[in-house]
DNA sequence: GTGACCGGGTTCTGCCATAAGG
DNA sequence: CCTTATGGCAGAACCCGGTCAC
């Protein structure tokens, strides 16, 4: 490892770092360091020492990137090959994102945490930029992006197949609004080779048509826009969780294809070992409570998204709301008041409690609504108590 | 008005492995 | 051997409000 300490970043802060030698967007030279790599003859120290003269780092890059804020060991570490190259475009990159609005800081970051970003050229940018921009409205959205997922928009060279990408999602039937939000929550996708999405889109239908739906396109578009992780797992991991899902509920084809239409394509993505490992714990729970398989397969049905919960969590978002007096039976029927956090539904247990709420009486819907609501209607059971 | 029903919104990167190309 | 590009993985819920039948 050995190197510059992070800390060191923060001391170049203000120095300034514009414009030293750039034409054309590339850093022309940066003497790769009076190029003897350290120890070349050395026929000293015995065995370590005789190490390949490997490419030795870029030193006037190095120097570069400490002046821009970025955390070169941090760099080292993730793309150690980038700072052992004699021409990049750091200087080029810095100017382009700034003037896209981006702050020195995240330029810094970003380069930190993808340093490959600063072996794309100009040309390459711009027209990158301009693909995002396709689905974007504002520079701003894009370098919140960057700035939270540099890999997504600088791992692929390849613009082409961004763009290939792009039509071909909308050839799917994705509006603007769908691609907007896919690019948003998961800008990976569109980094993905056009083939693997297309795989992926080929499985979802081919899944679509062995369940004996009707309109596989249609499948696939739904659980894309359900679940917008899709697209960046493998289609090993979502078939492992479908089948995993079929057998261990004995669904029927009919019932799969329902429930992943429905409210189950959320849980595609899951890692495998977690949706078995929450499904197993949820029945372990269930049984315990006294339900039967029935039951348990009729709530994961109704609501997916249980599966979704960590053991821990749902055992005591259970446990809370029984010992709120609610029964098991209540939360069969209303799953959905499993959406809440256990803060949240402790504190209204707590509300409601002081209150007198009689939930066998008046069942526990009133804990799945939203805080205005709830709070409306507490107010209104504190002015006129019920008997 | 009100509450049940339902759908929607937000959220997800940073690392490692490996094939391909040099 | 190297670097680059790409695939794959683990990690893990919560909240809001429109609408419509009553």
Redesign the pocket.
């Known amino acids: 490892m050995a190197g510059v300490p992070g800390v060191r970043a923060l001391l170049t802060v203000q120095r300034s770092v514009t414009l030293q030698h750039s034409f054309f967007g590339f850093t022309p030279i940066h003497f790769a360091s009076a190029c003897f790599p350290r120890r070349l003859y050395s026929t000293s120290t015995g065995s370590t020492e005789t190490k390949p003269p ?2 030795p780092e870029n030193e006037s890059l190095l120097e570069n990137l400490n002046l821009m804020g970025v955390d070169v060991r941090m760099a080292r570490q ?5 700072l ?2 004699t021409f990049t475009n750091e200087n080029g990159l810095a100017q382009f994102l700034q003037g896209k609005g981006a702050g020195r800081k995240v330029i810094a970051s970003i380069i930190s ?1 993808y340093p ?1 970003a600063i ?1 794309r050229s100009i040309e390459h940018l711009e027209q990158r930029w301009q693909l995002w921009r396709n689905i974007f409205q504002t520079d701003a959205e894009i370098v919140s992006i960057l700035d ?5 928009f600088f ?4 613009n082409d ?1 961004l763009e290939k990408n792009i039509d071909y999602l909308v050839s799917l039937g994705l509006n603007a609004k769908d691609l907007h ?1 896919l690019l948003t ?4 996708t569109f ?3 056009l ?2 999405n297309k795989q992926m889109v080929e499985f979802l239908e081919d899944i679509c048509t062995e369940l004996g739906g009707s309109n596989p396109e249609q499948f696939a578009k739904m659980v894309m826009t359900r679940n ?2 899709i697209l ?3 289609t ?2 979502v078939k492992t969780n479908i089948d995993n899902l079929k057998a261990s509920l004995k669904l029927s084809d009919s019932e799969l294809l329902a429930l992943l239409q429905g409210h189950g394509a959320e849980i595609l ?6 949706l078995k490992k929450n499904f197993n714990s949820l029945e372990q729970k269930m049984t315990a409570l006294g339900c039967r398989k029935a039951d348990v397969k009729k709530l994961i049905i109704n609501y997916p ?1 249980i599966l ?3 053991p821990d ?1 749902l055992s005591s978002k259970l446990d809370c709301l029984l010992k709120g007096g609610i029964t098991m039976k209540q939360i069969l029927e ?1 799953p ?1 008041v499993l ?4 803060q ?1 539904i402790t504190g209204r247990l707590e509300e409601l409690r002081r209150l007198g709420y009689d939930f066998q009486k008046n ?1 526990i ?2 804990l ?6 709830f709070a409306a ?1 507490i107010e ?1 059971l504190s002015a006129s108590p019920e008997e």
């Open positions: 490997v490419n993730r793309q150690p090959g980038v052992r190259k945490r490959r072996t939270r997922s540099p890999e997504s791992r692929s060279s390849d197949n939000r929550t998961a800008p990976r980094s993905n080779s083939e693997l917008l992780y960046i797992r493998s090993k991991r993505d899951l890692s495998n070992e977690y998204m979704y919960i960590g969590t209303k959905k959406d809440y956090s256990t949240n069942g819907n009133i799945d609504s939203s805080r205005k609501r209607k209104k």
